[in-house]
Structures are given as structure tokens and as C-alpha cells.
């Protein structure tokens, strides 16, 4: 499973082999859960997903190694396409054997930098340091630690002789801490950088004499003290981006910030936001300068915005990509559908995957989509289906207008050329075609083509009666 083909590269003096591994293989008990931990979703995406896009920021794919264990299909399918690599830990005996397990495949490297694929706020900048520090400490371990108000349940660090100084004794778990240790806020964050090949030599000594019965990856610390090798820590500034993701509670949590950062970063960018915390805005959404969003509105997926777009409250916009000047009126919901610029939206249109709306083209209220493409100008203002449609330009689609694409069986398509008038209350049925220029008369059922320029009408002749309402109020008078 491992791809220990790429870790054999030549070795260079001045600039080491850093590879990331990324520990994936837990359960994570506490959420509950049929689906792997790691594969929960915060931020509108895998919460693995987000730290594997952080390591790629500091080395290549191909240096980034994945160990999977519980669900590992799943979580190797999920991230496939960012182009890591994996290390099955079939059986999780904790996080030293999981490094164990990567032995044949981090073997080539001289820095070995550990993320967890449960902490998914970490940033490349503090990633870099760690490694950096540890560089410049020549430490065989670095630690990333932080100081937490409530440090209970993590490993503590225990340092060495005077206060500040950078050397670490060990790392003592929450279970086998003394009263003493327990008081000690500084935590270990589970992010380290090793010396390659000394972790290698001497990882063989863990052992699994503790409370789980697990082999620790912390114990190291103490391993290599005892070895007389350095072992040093960092402190993070941000005890915040170390959070882990347990339970369901940190996990929102974690949801949360993210998504507040999220928007901070789009208003930088330009971007006015109202009433940020009421938006749902996904880590890969872009958005273009002097557009504005307005509360409860989700952004999600790789939505990319133009500028100066307005979306109005209650917009629910997936994987779309709009042009400038876009209006989406409220309660809009839209997937997978691409936005001419300055097109009007809504309310309450829904635009389903394969929707392409051309330039200051008009889907209105009620108008429901899917695999269309309506061209520049065009308009379906009012409570309409189109479905399986080619849509010209300048074309005025009635409200009430039908395309019957589904006989039951098949799908068929209706394609309406340039500058068509269709009547209000009209229902087209698939396949069909309406030549440029033509008119449909109101309420008709258009069956078989019509060509351009020609009326077609598709409905009973009206009838009309003269007396004979006011002949049946007589005879009910006189009963
Ligand atoms: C670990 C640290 C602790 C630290 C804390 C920070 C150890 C022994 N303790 O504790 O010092 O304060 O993280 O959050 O390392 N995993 C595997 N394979 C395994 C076991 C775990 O891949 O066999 C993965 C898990 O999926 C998880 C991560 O490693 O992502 C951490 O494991 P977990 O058991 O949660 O360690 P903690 O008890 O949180
Ligand atoms: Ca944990």
C-alpha cells in the first residue's frame, strides 16, 4: 500500500527530505458514529481534507503520507485525488505503532513532520516553523505544545531543569499524570518533528506497559532523553489551531471558527458580508470584490462568485460559478449551474445541475431547472419547469410554461431557437423543436415542431354561448 518508490531520492546536503505523515487510523468513538472520523465534514469538507491541503502547502504530494486504518477505503477513496499516499495501520495500537507502520515508507527521509487528521485548523506557517526550529535546535524531537485553560485529557509536557528553557524530560498522558503534572497547562499538541533515521532506530523501544496498553508516540520524548538526544518544544501562539475534533461539540466548534475565518478573509478580500455568523460559506468558495451577501445565505463547494454580485437572504448556491453583477434574489437554490453576467435570479428559483443562464438572462420566481442552457437575454420570469432545453437568445418563456421532457422511459430534449415568444400556460412536448422567431399562442400543447417565424397554436378553438348563463339563472328560479 505504501509507495515507498518516491522516498528514495537522492540525498543532498543542504536541503533535507521532510516528509508529513498525517495519522488517520482511529475510530473515533466519541462521535457515535457509523462514518470514519476523519471524514466528517467541517468547513464544507472533509476534516482529513483540510489537513492534507495544509502539508501540501509545505511539501509536495508525494511527500505526504496518509496512515489509515479504521474504514481505510473509504478515507483513501474520499482523498484520492489529492495525490498522497497511504500506509495502512490495519490494527490501531496507537500512535507510536502507527509510525511503526510507516517504517518502510518515511525510511528515505531526514525530517519526518507528524499531523493528526483530526486537528484540521493547523496552519502551514506554524507547520514551517516546527520544522525549521527543530532544524536550528538540531533536536532529534520538536513538539509543537500550547498552553490550554483546560489542558484535561492531553499529554502534558514535562521540561527540562530551568523555567524557559526549549528542552523537554517527556510527555506524560492525562492517564498516568501526578497531581502535580496534572496542573501543568503546557499540553502536547501532537504535532512533532523527528530527526528520520534516529526515530527509526529507535522506535523499536516503546512498549506497551501503560493504562491503554498502546503503544505512545509521546513515550519518545522520554526515550530519547534517556539516550542523551535533544528533545525541545514550541510553543504555538494560537492555542486554537491545535484543537482537536472528539466529540460533536468540538467538532461545531471547529466548524465554526473556520467559517468565521472564512469570512474574515473574503472581507479583506473586498467582499461586504451581513451578519457573517449567519452565513455558511465553504473553505474553497471565492467570491469577487464589492459583492454583497446577506444573512443566511450558504455558499458551498467550489461556488465561485463574480463581483459586484448581490445575493439576497436564504440563497442556497452549490458548486455554481456566477459572472459580475449577478442578482440572486432571496431564497434561490442552485446546483451545480453556471451564471452569465448581470442574470437576475428569483426569488425562489431552483436552478439543478446543468444549468447554464447566459448574460442578463432571467430565471424568476418559482421557475425550476435543470439541464438547460437559456441564452443571452432570455427570460422565464414565472412559475416554470425546463428540463432537457437548448434556449436561444432574446426569447421570452410565458409563465406557467411546461417542457414535458420524460415520456416515462426517456428524456428527450426541447430546444427553443432565438427570439421565440412562448405563451403563457404552454406545454412543450419533448422532442421538440421551435424555429427562430416563432410564436406560441397561450395554453398550447405543442407537440410537433414548429418552424421559425410561423404562429402555432395548440388548443381547442373557444366556444362561446351567447344567453346561456343568464338562461340557466332563470331556470333556477323558477324550480
Ligand atoms: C494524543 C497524545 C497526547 C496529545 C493529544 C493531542 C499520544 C499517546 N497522546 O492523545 O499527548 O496531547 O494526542 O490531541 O499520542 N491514531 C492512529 N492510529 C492509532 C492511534 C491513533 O492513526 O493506532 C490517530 C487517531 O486517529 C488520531 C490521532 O492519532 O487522529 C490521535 O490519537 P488519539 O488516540 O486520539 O490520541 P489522544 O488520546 O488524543
Ligand atoms: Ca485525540
Redesign the pocket.
Known amino acids: 500500500m505504501a509507495k515507498a518508490s518516491n522516498t528514495k531520492s537522492k540525498p543532498s546536503p543542504q536541503r533535507p527530505r521532510i516528509a508529513i505523515a498525517i495519522?488517520?487510523?482511529?475510530?473515533?468513538t466519541r462521535l457515535k458514529s457509523k462514518h470514519p472520523?476523519?471524514l466528517h465534514e467541517i468547513g464544507g469538507k472533509p476534516i482529513l481534507a483540510h489537513v492534507i491541503a495544509t502539508a501540501k502547502k509545505v511539501v509536495p504530494a508525494h511527500n505526504v503520507f496518509v496512515?489509515?486504518?479504521?474504514e481505510a477505503e473509504r478515507v483513501r477513496e474520499a482523498v484520492a485525488g489529492t495525490g498522497v499516499n497511504f500506509v495502512l495501520?490495519a490494527?490501531?495500537?496507537?500512535?507510536?505503532?502507527?509510525l511503526m507502520v510507516a517504517r518502510e515508507a518515511l525510511s528515505g527521509y531526514d525530517q519526518i513532520i507528524v499531523l493528526?487528521?483530526?486537528?484540521p485548523l493547523i496552519t502551514a506557517e506554524t507547520i514551517r516553523r516546527v520544522s525549521e526550529f527543530h532544524a536550528a535546535q538540531k533536536a532529534t524531537m520538536t513538539l509543537l505544545s500550547a498552553d490550554l485553560e483546560n489542558p484535561c485529557?492531553?499529554?502534558?509536557v514535562i521540561r527540562e531543569g530551568a523555567r524557559g528553557s526549549v528542552e523537554v524530560q517527556a510527555?506524560v498522558?492525562?492517564k498516568s499524570a501526578n497531581t502535580r503534572q496534572k496542573k501543568i497547562h503546557e499540553?502536547?499538541?501532537?504535532v512533532y518533528a523527528f530527526d528520520g533515521p534516529a526515530l527509526y532506530q529507535n522506535i523499536d523501544r516503546l512498549s506497551t506497559a501503560n493504562p491503554?496498553g498502546?503503544?505512545?508516540?509521546?513515550?519518545m520524548a522520554a526515550i530519547f532523553n534517556r539516550a542523551r538526544k535533544k528533545v525541545v518544544a514550541i510553543k504555538t501562539p494560537d492555542a486554537g489551531e491545535?484543537l482537536?475534533t472528539?466529540t460533536r461539540a468540538e467538532m461545531m466548534m471547529l466548524d465554526a471558527r473556520l467559517r468565521l475565518a472564512k469570512c474574515r478573509e473574503l472581507l479583506e478580500q473586498g467582499v461586504t458580508i451581513f451578519y457573517p455568523h449567519t452565513c455558511v460559506i465553504d473553505s474553497d468558495v471565492e467570491v469577487g470584490a464589492d459583492t454583497v451577501i446577506e444573512p443566511f445565505v450558504q455558499l458551498l463547494g467550489k461556488t465561485k462568485l463574480g463581483a459586484d454580485c448581490r445575493i439576497r437572504s436564504y440563497s442556497v448556491i452549490g458548486n455554481s460559478i456566477l459572472g459580475d453583477r449577478v442578482t440572486v434574489r432571496p431564497g434561490t437554490i442552485m446546483e451545480d449551474s453556471r451564471i452569465g453576467a448581470g442574470a437576475v435570479l428569483g426569488p425562489y428559483s431552483h436552478l439543478r445541475p446543468g444549468t447554464e443562464v447566459g448574460e442578463g438572462a432571467h430565471l424568476g420566481n418559482f421557475v425550476e431547472t435543470k439541464k438547460i442552457k437559456l441564452g443571452k437575454g432570455s427570460k422565464a420570469n414565472h412559475l416554470s419547469y425546463l428540463g432537457d432545453a437548448e434556449i436561444g437568445e432574446g426569447v421570452n418563456i410565458g409563465a406557467g410554461t411546461i417542457t414535458c421532457n420524460y415520456d416515462g422511459v426517456n428524456k428527450h430534449k426541447t430546444v427553443i431557437e432565438d427570439n421565440v415568444f412562448i405563451g403563457s400556460d404552454s406545454t412543450l412536448v419533448a422532442p421538440v423543436n421551435i424555429g427562430r422567431g416563432a410564436y406560441i399562442a397561450a395554453a398550447s400543447c405543442i407537440t410537433e415542431n414548429v418552424p421559425a417565424d410561423a404562429l402555432a397554436l395548440g388548443r381547442a378553438r373557444q366556444t362561446v354561448k351567447e344567453g346561456w348563463a343568464r338562461q340557466e339563472r332563470e331556470k333556477r328560479k323558477e324550480r
Do not use: C, F, P, W
Open positions: 495519522m488517520a487510523a482511529g475510530k473515533g472520523k476523519v496512515i489509515i486504518g479504521h495501520q490494527e490501531q495500537r496507537g500512535t507510536g505503532h502507527a493528526y487528521g483530526d486537528a485529557g492531553y499529554g502534558r510527555i498522558e492525562e499540553i502536547n499538541s501532537g491503554h498502546e503503544y505512545y508516540l509521546t513515550d491545535v482537536g472528539n
